[in-house]
Structures are given as C-alpha cells and as structure tokens.
C-alpha cells in the first residue's frame, strides 16, 4: 500500500516514485539489499519499494504484480534501470516459480505489501472505494468475478459469511439482508449504491470508520482470493529464499497480520523433545525472526499519510534448513475462510 504524493528517492532509478510506500526506511532495514544481490518485491505497484531496492545496492530486482496497469505503468522505470529490473504480469503467490523462470532463484531477499494500493483506490473505475463512485468492481486483475458479481450471486447466508469472516463486520446478517431485499429492486453495481445499503443498517459515531469500510474490505478480498495469495507466497518465499536471505512482510489489517504471525512462529519454533522422547520430533527452523513481535510505523508517518496508521511490518531471515515439507496453506488461513474460499479461478 502506498501513500499519496510521495516525492520519491534521489538517486533511484526512474526519478521520482509517483507515491511514497509505508514503512520504507524500515522495510530497507530489514530487507538489507546487497551488491549483486538478487530480490522479489512481490507487490510492484507505483514501484517505491523496487526503487529504493536498486537505489540502495547494485543489485537485481524482479518485480510482480496481478495489475496490468501498474506493468505498463512500470515500463519507465524498467528501461531506467539498465537491466537490473525484470518486471512481470503475475500473481505474487507464484514468486517462487517466476524466479527460477526468469533466473533469479536463489533469492536474497523477497518483499511484499499486503493489500490495496493507493492508486486503486484513488482510481473511481476500479470500484475499490466507496468514498468514489464508480463501477463495483475491486479486481486487482482483469480475470474472474467481480465484486458486482459475488453481490449478485451468492445468498444471504454466503453473503453475511464472507462479510463476517473477511471483514469481520458484527453487523454481517444485517448488511447481507439489506443486499438481498436492496438487489430485488434492482441490481447492486455501483460502490456509491452498495455504501448506501450498508449504511442504513450500520450506525457509526464521528470520528469512526465509514460503516461500509469493513463490507468493502471483505469483498475484495474475495474477490482477489488475498488471504490464499499470501499464505501461498508465505511458502513460496520460503522455497526460493537462498540461506541468509530475508522476508519482509507489510500488512494493514488483522487478517492478513494473523496469517504472516502464524507461518513465522510456525517456521520458527524449534522442535520438541521431553525426557519420554528425548530426539526432537519435527523440522528445525526454516527462519530466525529479524524482529521480535510487529514494527509499527512511527506517529511522523502516521500523521503524514493516515493510510498507514495500520501498518505492521514482520521480518525473518531464512535459515540452511530446507523448506518445511506440506506447504498447504489452508493451515495459515481462518477457518471460516478455509471452508468458503481457496477456489482458484
């Protein structure tokens, strides 16, 4: 996610970034790129972080992102690079296999920025805000379902499900019943009609979130299947991190938060032995962490750019441990999640 009006890095390559990304000065500190290093930022966007990566270090970095105008939008700061930059059209849950494609595995480091860019959402056509009308879309790619679509198709029961599980809205039924009765009429396809339908039924005070905020969070994530992305790129990133080499993790809700907390103290813990057993069962650790609990971004920051004021930053440094075997990421995700989602289109 990245903020509005940034004024870029001097020296970086391309000049200046269009938007400055959260938490930079931190992800440079835990990502620590190197000369000759080689590094995915999962999560290419308006390029912040790819820019301050090759300004950092005379390194090579891979780009990816689902978003076909962010690519084309890239395609100046790939020829700024002189070589050093490869840009791809691809989802970031496949960073392990695009690596090898392109050969950059192994990796020395792979950054990601979980969720929405600013530039989405300041874009009323995408359909990702409702503080924009537009079209109720919020597909980060140009494939699959649309936000209209899930609105349309599912029941109440599946419609207050994934606005509970994915948005954790307490007002979920409710919210769904409005949509249904509200789609009888006729058809929910502008983000300025869906906001009106949720708030009728959710009453926020001044000072709180829009009541719409958390219906909105929970579609597009289904839409974008983005809790299935990260957990799979959680373990593509652990396939394709060379010994030494780092992960850096940027989130924005808790959701997300959870998942990246739960594969590192997964991928952390030592295993276990007691006196009945005196041979420890399980892999060793595959990552050391680079940071003990979650980097917040500072009250600077927050008061700079209020879109990062969630933020929370994880790191850890691969071990020579091989990759934990059974990489299923249905294990990270919640459990409602599980049993609804993780289709793939």
Request: glycine content about 10%; charged content about 25%; hydrophobic content about 45%.
């Amino acid at each position: 996610m990245t903020t509005d009006g940034g004024a870029g890095l001097p020296g970086a390559a391309g000049g200046p970034a269009r938007h400055l990304p959260v938490m930079l000065a931190e992800v440079l500190a835990h990502l620590a790129p190197k000369d000759a290093g080689h590094y995915v930022d999962g999560t290419f966007g308006a390029g912040g972080y790819t820019r301050a990566i090759l300004a950092a270090a005379d390194c090579r970095v891979l780009a990816i992102d689902r978003d076909d105008s962010a690519i084309a939008a890239g395609a100046a700061l790939v020829a700024a690079a002189g070589g050093r930059l490869t840009l791809v059209h691809d989802r970031f849950s496949r960073l392990d296999a695009v690596a090898a494609e392109h050969g950059f595995a192994p990796l020395d480091g792979v950054v990601l920025d979980i969720g929405v860019s600013s530039m989405q959402l300041d874009e009323a056509e995408r359909g990702f805000s409702f503080r924009r009308d537009g079209p109720l879309d919020m597909r980060m790619g140009s494939d699959g379902p649309s936000a209209a679509d899930l609105v349309a198709g599912l029941d109440e029961a599946e419609l207050a499900h994934v606005i509970w599980s994915l948005g954790e809205e307490r007002q979920s039924r409710a919210i769904a019943r409005a949509i249904v009765k509200a789609r009888t009429d006729a058809p929910i396809t502008r983000t300025a009609q869906l906001a009106e339908i949720v708030a009728r039924v959710v009453w926020s005070k001044p000072g709180e979130v829009h009541p719409a905020t958390r219906t909105f969070q929970a579609l597009r994530i289904a839409v974008n299947e983005e809790l299935n992305e990260l957990g799979a790129a959680l373990v593509a990133a652990e396939a394709a991190l060379r010994p030494g080499g780092h992960l850096v993790v940027v989130t924005f809700h808790s959701l997300e938060d959870r998942i990246v907390k739960t594969f590192l103290a997964n991928r952390t813990k030592a295993p276990s032995a007691s006196r009945h057993m005196p041979q420890a069962e399980g892999p060793a650790p595959s990552f050391r962490l680079l940071a003990k609990g979650a980097v917040e971004p500072g009250p600077e920051e927050v008061a700079r750019n209020p879109r990062s004021r969630s933020a929370k930053l994880r790191a850890a440094e691969r071990t020579d441990t091989p990759a934990h075997p059974g990489g299923d990421v249905r294990g990270l995700l919640p459990a409602p999640f599980v049993q609804r989602q993780g289709r793939r289109r």
